[in-house]
């Protein structure tokens, strides 16, 4: 498909164990973001990345959190050591560049329940 | 004629002032976002709306579903409240269109 992908759809941990969520891009964007959605609350941006640039990093809420994409295309967000409020959709976007012009794409979302 | 549409695409004004930013859509809509973008690129998530008004600190954001109409108040403005605000539609499949953004400087 042309869209945004992303895996799991859905992924239930316990406490304390690492979870790694994938993100695949459509093809040429060369900017990706990663949000979160808690409950009922907006959307939470988290990290994004932009061509072969330092990604900027500062929405990613504690040291646990960690993301990295490959070859410019997909990327992998990390959670080490989850906790009960890490729950929530995880989020992909993808767009043909960064900056608020551009339509971002989103993917299906990655619903992370930790118990 | 774009999806998303603010006014305006440029805002000076003094420390103090009563500022209001405006988005318009014309596609159906699950929920409208306001975020804030400061010089760094890190985006901050202001409000979702489907309906009503709300308010945050000095931050009010309201939205007319039937005009398709959202505006985005800041009271007693702040020179910290410099950045670019854009709003965002999102559809059921979470695609979101953004809109230009409004970009906002508050003179001290």
């Known amino acids: 498909g042309a869209g945004v992908s992303q895996s799991p759809s859905n992924k239930v941990t316990e406490k304390g164990k690492d979870v790694e969520l994938r993100c695949d891009p459509i093809?040429?964007?060369?900017?990706l973001y990663w949000y979160r959605q808690s409950l009922g609350q907006g959307l939470e941006f988290l990290i994004y990345?932009?061509?072969?640039?330092?990604?900027?990093k500062s929405g990613l809420p504690s040291d646990r959190f960690s993301a990295e994409r490959t070859g410019g295309s997909v990327s992998t967000l990390t959670i080490q050591r989850t906790q009960q409020e890490d729950s929530a959709v995880y989020l992909c976007?993808?767009?043909?560049?960064?900056?608020?012009?551009?339509?971002?794409?989103f993917g299906p979302g990655t619903r992370l329940t930790v118990l | 004629k774009n999806e998303v549409e603010q006014s305006p695409q440029n805002l000076t004004a003094q420390e103090g002032e009563f500022i209001t930013i405006n988005c318009s859509y014309s596609?159906?809509?699950?929920?409208l976002h306001w975020l804030q973008q400061h010089p760094g690129g890190g985006i901050v998530s202001l409000f979702m709306?489907?309906?009503?008004?709300k308010k945050h600190g000095r931050l009010i954001a309201t939205i007319n579903i039937q005009e398709k109409h959202s505006s985005l108040h800041i009271t007693a403005s702040h020179p910290r409240d410099s950045a670019v605000y854009i709003c965002?539609?999102?559809?059921?499949?979470?695609?979101?269109?953004w809109g230009a953004g409004t970009k906002l400087i508050i003179k001290p």
């Open positions: 596609v159906g809509i699950s929920a």
């Open positions: 709306l489907s309906s009503g008004k």
């Open positions: 093809s040429g964007h060369t900017a």
């Open positions: 990345f932009q061509g072969n640039s330092a990604p900027d």
């Open positions: 976007a993808s767009s043909f560049s960064s900056g608020g012009a551009y339509t971002q794409y």
């Open positions: 965002a539609v999102g559809d059921s499949n979470y695609q979101l269109i």
